[in-house]
Structures are given as C-alpha cells and as structure tokens.
C-alpha cells in the first residue's frame, strides 16, 4: 500500500510534523460527521483527542529514543484508559431513561487509538482505522436504523393522566395483540405526582411503528407516548 522509510518511524523534525498535520486530518474526518449528526462531541473534540494522544506517544518514543530509557507503550495505556473520563461524560441519560451519546464515547475511545497509531508511526493502521471508524459511524448507523424499523420489539415511554388507571391502559394495549414484555414505573422530573411507565412491546406481527404508537395514545388514559 505505502512505502514508508526508515526515517519516517523515527522522531525528527519531518515526523513530528507529519503525524500531528495526518492527526487533525484523520480526528477532523470523524469529528465532522459526529458534529453534523448534532453530537456534544464534534470536529474540535475528535481533532484535540487524536492529536494529543499522538503527542503523547510521540513524546513517550522521543523520551526512549534520546535517552534510552522508560517504557515506550507506558503513556499508550495511560491515554486508553485516560480516555473513559471523557467518553462518560458524552453519555446521559435523559429524564425519559434515554441513553444517548454510546457511539460518541466509543468513537473518542477509537480516535484516541487512531492518534496513538499515528503517534508512533503506524501510519497504515491509523489511515485504514480512520476509514472504518467513518465506515461504521456513517453506513452502519443507516442500517442500525432499519434493523430498528423492522424488529418486532418496542421501546416506549408512556405518561398516564392524573387518574388513569394503568391496569386498563395495559389491558387495552393487550387488546391491540401487544405483548408487555417489561414495565417500569417512573416519575415524570417536571411533575412528581404525575404517573409515567417505560414498556418494552412485543409485536405478533411487523407493524409500522408510527401506527402502534398511534393507537396507543388513543387509549384513554394515556396523555403522551413516544418511542425511545
């Protein structure tokens, strides 16, 4: 594929400009589309990730290359498992138990092992790494979308009226030919005597989902349901 020489894996003047210039490159093709997706962590996140673990290693190599001593992966493990701290914090979950930000977190994580590739010089690694990083965040998320629309289990989230009785609201969702596979009752944040549940359905047969939830908000007693 390419033909790196020698002096390309060794720390100069040559090298360390070449890997920080392909770690903003490679950072910036994945932080474009988590920024373009609307995600906390976007095009400056994945740049500054990338190219500060690639400093990082890079400094661990010119520490053991100048002065022959140290551990040349010991910085490596610290940036991966540096790394949770800011990967947690692109996750929340949101008032109506949502879990977002799983693909941001586990994308820094592979941007920061891209730029430790990049780092020390495994310039093959990092650019085919960059492609199916893009590859899975881009084409795979498409799919991950119509596996969803085509599966036969429902995730909902359910608020009751003041009221409302929840057995009839199940029964009535039974009535529909829905399975209730789980339930769990929660507290709406902005009204603590208010009723919600979160549900996971089971459907006898592949419906179009919008018609489910559709149905279901029809049923008296219930003021506001949504798919999560």
């Given at each position: 594929?390419?033909?790196?020489?020698?002096?390309?894996?060794?720390?100069?003047?040559?090298?360390?400009?070449?890997?920080?210039?392909?770690?903003?490159?490679?950072?910036?093709?994945?932080?474009?589309?988590?920024?373009?997706?609307?995600?906390?962590?976007?095009?400056?996140?994945?740049i500054l990730v990338c190219m500060g673990s690639t400093l990082a290693i890079m400094t661990n190599q010119y520490i053991y290359q100048v002065y022959g001593v140290g551990d040349p992966t010991r910085m490596a493990a610290q940036v991966i498992s540096g790394i949770g701290f800011l990967g947690a914090g692109t996750i929340i979950v949101t008032g109506r138990h949502q879990v977002k930000g799983l693909t941001t977190a586990a994308g820094l994580w592979a941007t920061a092992c891209m730029g430790l590739a990049i780092g020390i010089g495994f310039y093959k690694a990092a650019i085919v790494s960059c492609l199916l990083i893009t590859f899975a965040t881009v084409v795979l998320h498409r799919l991950d979308n119509n596996m969803l629309v085509k599966a036969n289990v429902l995730d909902i989230y359910l608020e009751f009226s003041k009221g409302a009785s929840i057995t009839n609201v199940l029964d009535r969702i039974k009535q529909l030919g829905i399975k209730?596979?789980?339930?769990?009752?929660?507290?709406?944040?902005?009204?603590?005597?208010?009723?919600?549940?979160?549900?996971?359905?089971r459907l006898k047969s592949k419906k179009v989902r919008i018609d489910i939830l559709s149905q279901i908000s029809l049923i008296d007693g219930v003021e506001f349901v949504e798919e999560i």
């Open positions: 594929m390419f033909d790196f020489s020698t002096d390309l894996n060794a720390i100069n003047d040559t090298t360390i400009l070449i890997r920080l210039l392909l770690s903003v490159l490679l950072g910036g093709v994945i932080g474009y589309e988590r920024g373009r997706a609307g995600r906390p962590a976007g095009l400056r996140t994945h209730v596979d789980y339930i769990e009752i929660v507290r709406p944040s902005y009204d603590s005597t208010a009723s919600a549940a979160i549900m996971t359905l």
